[in-house]
């Protein structure tokens, strides 16, 4: 069974910068549509960015022009750096499929002081 292990977050200051990193198994990046999602406390699960096999990128309105989503095939890797960062950006952030979805793993904590 594929897993997805998150990792990269932590506590940072209004406007710093974050790089997460998705770490998968076999050639799931290359094969699948792959997402960053988010969760805040009290609030739904959100889709934050998503990638393609060819590459065609999408961001959530609320991200774009911030966030910037990539794979490494090779290192079976995704990432989404995260610049200029807000405190409503604070939340729990998780990778998975974009169509469907692998079980949903631990997620990477990410806190943004004002």
């Known amino acids: 069974q594929v897993q997805l292990v998150e990792s990269g977050g932590g506590l940072v200051q209004a406007g710093e910068s974050l790089r997460l990193s998705c770490a998968g198994s076999?050639?799931?990046?290359?094969?699948?549509?792959m997402a960053w999602y988010r969760q805040a406390p009290g609030k739904q699960r959100e889709w934050v960015a998503r990638?393609?096999?060819?590459?065609?990128?999408n961001y959530a309105d609320s991200v774009k022009g911030r966030f910037t989503i990539s794979t490494d095939n090779a290192k079976n890797t995704m990432y989404l750096q995260m610049n200029s960062l807000k405190p409503e950006d604070t939340a729990v952030y998780y990778c998975?499929?974009?169509?469907?979805?692998?079980?949903w793993g631990q997620g990477t904590q990410v806190t943004v002081s004002s």
């Open positions: 998975n499929l974009f169509y469907s979805k692998f079980p």
């Open positions: 990638i393609s096999p060819g590459s065609i990128i």
């Open positions: 076999g050639s799931i990046f290359s094969r699948n549509t």
